[in-house]
T-cell receptor, first 114, second 111 residues
Framework: DQQVKQNSPSLSVQEGRISILNCDYT??????FLWYKKYPAEGPTFLIS?????DKNEDGRFTVFLNKSAKHLSLHIVPSQPGDSAVYFC?????????????FGKGITLSVRP | DTAVSQTPKYLVTQMGNDKSIKCEQN?????MYWYKQDSKKFLKIMFS???????INETVPNRFSPKSPDKAHLNLHINSLELGDSAVYFC??????????FGPGTRLTVL
């Protein structure tokens, strides 16, 4: 039972345009959401996060939007650059403290065309 | 200077063998994790340790035994390897129990 879903396996975008990566979740107990970026043969790298008390968090070219009522979040990258080509994982966490754990989606492969 | 490191990066072995994967973090974090990324690409947590104490064990077969000699190290020992154990195993660490920092992964292939 997938609690975090990234339904589109891939996305191709022209350099300079906006990339929008979507993520849906089913567990209403999730209260913190993260995006990770992964290059081949490397581990996931933390990109940006958002708490459930917010609906937007911005860091440079990266913005994450959270719609709690729809249980949906999205990562916007603008402008997209070829170096952004990677697999992007959405992750969610419920409960703080030592018992918290991350539940990951399956990932979306982003290709940014020069 | 690598923050979370794992050895080996690649591991090829026969069914039935016992093998270990080592993980070290130099971030001073209190919590460390092991994840498995299977052929369907899902990253699933296996274990977490907080200050050398086991916190999370996600119904992993008892052939898998994590060991944490100190809070900077979390090793994973696997007994009697099976074909289904073939995967990429990632170690991670965290200070706030939420934002986790991952190692480069160990690709295990069981023949």
């Amino acid at each position: 039972d997938q609690q975090v879903k990234q339904n589109s396996p891939s996305l191709s975008v022209q350099e300079g345009r906006i990339s929008i990566l979507n993520c849906d979740y089913t567990n209403s107990m999730f209260d913190y959401f993260l995006w990770y970026k992964k290059y081949p043969a490397e581990g996931p790298t933390f990109l940006i996060s958002i708490s459930s008390i917010k609906d937007k968090n911005e860091d440079g070219r990266f913005t994450v939007f959270l719609n709690k009522s729809a249980k949906h979040l999205s990562l916007h990258i603008v402008p997209s650059q070829p170096g952004d080509s990677a697999v992007y994982f959405c992750a969610a966490s419920a409960l703080g403290g030592a018992n918290s754990k991350l539940t990951f989606g399956k990932g979306i492969t982003l290709s940014v065309r020069p | 200077d690598t923050a979370v490191s794992q050895t080996p990066k690649y591991l090829v072995t026969q069914m039935g063998n016992d093998k270990s994967i080592k993980c070290e973090q130099n971030l001073g974090h209190d919590t460390m994790y092991w994840y498995k990324q299977d052929s369907k690409k899902f990253l699933k947590i296996m274990f977490s340790y907080n200050n050398k104490e086991l916190i999370i064990n996600e119904t992993v077969p008892n052939r898998f035994s994590p060991k944490s000699p100190d809070k900077a190290h979390l090793n994973l020992h696997i007994n009697s390897l099976e074909l289904g154990d073939s995967a990429v195993y990632f170690c991670a660490s965290s200070q706030d129990e939420i934002t986790q920092y991952f190692g480069p992964g160990t690709r295990l292939t069981v023949l």
